[in-house]
């Protein structure tokens, strides 16, 4: 359960839309103002990123999966930008977005791009072996005609890309465009690519704005080890050139991370010999174990390897370090086959099923093994016959995208106020009641298929409803089509308030079955069609419910809409229990279409409904969901129309035979929702991401329903309104 109105679309349909590739496009070609950022050795790195790449073109290449292969190498970039590659392999990697984009999307403009961006990071870079033919070969050859074409001289080529001079005020033309970048990366919020920019210009030109930008988005990007330093030189340096706001600003963002900034301690393991320590893949050197060391906040993997007795031995540990706070670790030496092999990056490339899991175990490089998210809700509903509901609910959910499996559990409780019509007429006081519903439920991916449990209870004081079910689903046809199928059963005790169960209850049992497909029918959009069938057995009449009765003379000049003071005028001194048939067959056809725009979806559902008692019903419903920055608003439609049972009367008859017995129809209902009836709601609602990473999200939403009734008693109308407030958290 979710409080938050949405749409879902496949993921790999949207990305290959033109502006989703140019999204990819722009993370890819960050790869390249990185060379800054490097670590001394990224070798592991490289060899990490080789396998990705290469398995991208003897998998999802040859199988026409040119969005899944985008995705893989977007992780490969995530390698890169996390742990930094060599020059030689940031060229590979955008070599092979080039050949997905050239040979498979036939997009060839930005395939040049990329292929002359991979030039400049390697000139020596070659196309991948057995894919260099066709639009590939034709894209490269414009790339590397364009990139060697005559004008600007060797060494103006060399200062600046393109071959022009640096303008006024700057020595080096290199440094004024990385710092462009750098400006345009801040204003995209892109702060790990505006650091790498910032960076790279700062090698061309060491001017101290461009330190300053650098600390600004390293700061932003979480990497506070890098802008303290940054912030520290600015402070000292800048008055001295003028920059008196850029030093004012530097020295207290200083102070306050010197204050704040995270540290740890390693402490070295006994007798050990060649020991080496890396923390998140930078070694440590031995004069700083044991001693406080300064790190970044945030996820932190630290490793270990060394000899004890002769026997190679290693140590791996993720923890988190939090602002202001001091971690101990005590490195133990353990056997090889102790310490996880997996690299988490690829554990995540192999068990998550769609990019959205990928992206959550990757986690901005948190790597953390669970997601978690919680959400309340507070929902009321209020119309004008005088029946009120309140109803607070609060929902948890647990999910390992590496491991593919989901936990979850709701509780909500319903409090019913009530002085309608209906019960007014059957001398019945304003009651109050209070419903409760927790629920569990949990699921497990194996392969492309998923496997779900479910059950829940619906307790109030006189109707006790227990329910369990399982799901099935599967990807297949590259994900573009996936097939459902859920059993559902309830066990439902009816009984009347302030009676035992063993006094006075009927049983209810009910079986359901759900069948559904999912269509991923071009790049965005999905249609979705399902059947539902319910086999119902046992009386559902309500214990409470008294239907008037009339005597055969008038029965057919009671005219809809009766008023209560009437109808007590002329009815029949029998009072009669409602009576419904003691078994129910309904049955379902529903049907979803959702079509993503540039910047809003539009979602409409249509479901039509007959049952064994006669009613034939139509529901469509509507959805256009506007996203506007962190905040994304609906305007809301719903449209009902149903014929009543086969049984509805708008008043019922009874016969006193000639030896005084009474005769009364078999079936008789005072429900208003088993008549013919129509219905309308309409309104909207906003939702409102919050927190530095959005994790937060605010919902308002509301209602106005009106239901118009064909041929009731009492009343023909009735207006009402729902509204709900809900927020949520995703903790990573």
């Known amino acids: 359960m979710k409080f938050v109105a949405n749409a879902s679309f496949g993921t790999g349909a949207l990305l290959a839309t033109k502006g989703c590739v140019a999204l990819l496009l722009a993370a890819l070609v960050g790869l390249a103002p990185h060379v800054a950022l490097a670590g001394p050795d990224t070798s592991a790195n490289d060899a ?50 080039a050949t997905v984009l050239a040979g498979g999307l036939e997009q060839k403009n930005d395939a040049v791009e990329v292929f ?11 196309l991948i072996k057995g894919f260099d033919t066709g639009a590939i070969r034709s894209a490269w050859d414009a790339a590397r005609g364009q990139s060697s074409s005559t004008g600007p001289t060797p060494i103006e080529r060399k200062k600046y890309p393109g071959g022009r001079l640096p303008p006024k005020g700057w020595k080096s033309a290199e440094a004024f465009f990385y710092y462009q970048e750098a400006a345009k990366a801040e204003d995209e919020r892109s702060w790990a690519l505006c650091a790498g920019y910032a960076g790279d210009s700062f090698a061309a030109e060491g001017r101290i704005a461009t330190r300053y930008l650098r600390g600004k988005c390293h700061d932003l990007a979480g990497n506070w080890v890098e802008a303290i330093a940054d912030f520290e030189v600015v402070a000292a340096e800048a ?34 010999e060649g020991l080496e320590v890396f923390l998140d ?28 007795g002769g026997q190679q031995l290693s140590f791996q540990r993720d923890l988190t370090l939090n602002e202001g706070k001091v971690e101990t670790v005590d490195i133990r030496l353990v056997p090889a086959t102790q310490v996880a092999s997996d690299n988490r990056v690829l554990k995540c490339l192999e068990k998550s099923k769609s990019r959205d899991e990928l992206a959550e175990c990757i986690g901005e490089g948190t790597g953390r093994p669970v997601n978690v998210r919680v959400a309340g809700e507070f929902s009321g509903y209020l119309d004008d016959d005088n029946t009120s509901v309140l109803s607070p609910a609060v929902v948890l959910r647990v999910t390992s995208p590496t491991d593919g499996w989901t936990l979850g559990g709701a509780f909500l409780v319903d409090v ?9 007429a059957t001398a019945s006081p304003r009651w109050t009641e209070t419903r409760y519903v927790p629920n569990i439920n949990g699921s497990k991916k194996f392969g492309d298929v998923t496997l779900g449990l479910s059950s829940g209870l619906s307790i109030e004081p006189d109707y006790l409803s227990i329910a369990a079910g399982a799901n099935f689903s599967a990807d297949v046809v590259d994900k573009r089509l996936t097939p459902s199928l859920a059993y559902g059963f309830g ?72 008023v209560r003071q009437e109808v007590d005028r002329v009815r029949s001194q029998t009072r009669a229990l409602e009576q419904l048939p003691t078994d129910r067959q309904r049955y379902a056809l529903s049907g979803r ?17 007959i049952d064994s008692w006669g009613i034939m019903a139509s529901t469509t419903d509507s959805l256009w969901l506007f996203d506007v920055e962190q905040f994304r608003f609906w305007p809301h439609v719903r449209f009902h129309a149903q014929g009543g049972a086969d049984f509805w009367q708008v008043a019922y008859p009874v016969i006193e035979n000639v030896s005084g017995e009474l005769i009364l129809p078999n079936f008789r209902t005072g429900d208003r929702e088993l008549g013919p009836m129509l219905g309308l709601s309409f309104g909207g609602g906003a939702r409102m991401a919050a927190g530095e990473a959005k994790n937060w999200g605010f919902t308002l939403s509301g209602d106005a329903v009106y239901n118009r009734y064909l041929n009731h008693l009492y009343i023909i109308e009735r207006w009402g309104g729902y509204g709900a407030l809900g927020v949520e958290v995703d903790v990573e």
């Open 491 to 562: 066990y439902d005790i009816q009984g009347r308030s302030g009676t035992s169960f063993d006094a006075f209850s009927s049983i209810i049992y009910q079986n359901s079955i759900d069948a559904g497909l999912s269509i991923v029918a071009d790049k965005a959009t999905v249609v979705t069609a399902g059947a539902t069938v319910i086999l119902q057995n046992g009386d559902t009449s309500k214990p409470y419910r008294y239907v008037p009765l009339f005597s055969p003379e008038i029965v057919n000049q009671i005219p809809a809409g009766l």
């Open 593 to 609: 279409v959702a079509h993503r725009f540039e910047a809003s979806t539009l979602r409409v559902d249509e479901r039509l409904y």
């Open 116 to 126: 002359k961006i991979a030039l400049k990071e390697d000139p020596k870079v070659t």
């Open 48 to 97: 990490e990123v080789e396998v990705l790449v290469q398995s991208v073109f003897e998998a999802e290449y040859p199988k026409k999966q040119y969005v899944e292969a985008l995705e893989k190498l977007q992780l490969a970039s995530t390698v890169c930008q996390e742990g930094s590659c060599g020059a030689k392999m940031r060229a590979r990697v955008l070599i092979g977005v």
């Open 239 to 272: 008055p001295k050139l003028g920059m008196l706001e850029s030093g004012a600003k530097a020295k207290q963002r200083f102070e306050e991370m010197n204050a704040k900034m995270p540290k740890l301690v390693l402490r070295p393991p006994p007798n050990a």
């Open 281 to 308: 893949d930078e070694p440590v050197s031995a004069d700083k174990l044991g001693g406080e060391l300064w790190a970044n906040p945030g996820q932190r993997r630290i490793r270990a390897s060394g000899k004890v």
């Open 416 to 424: 019913v106020t009530t002085a309608s019509t209906d019960i007014v």
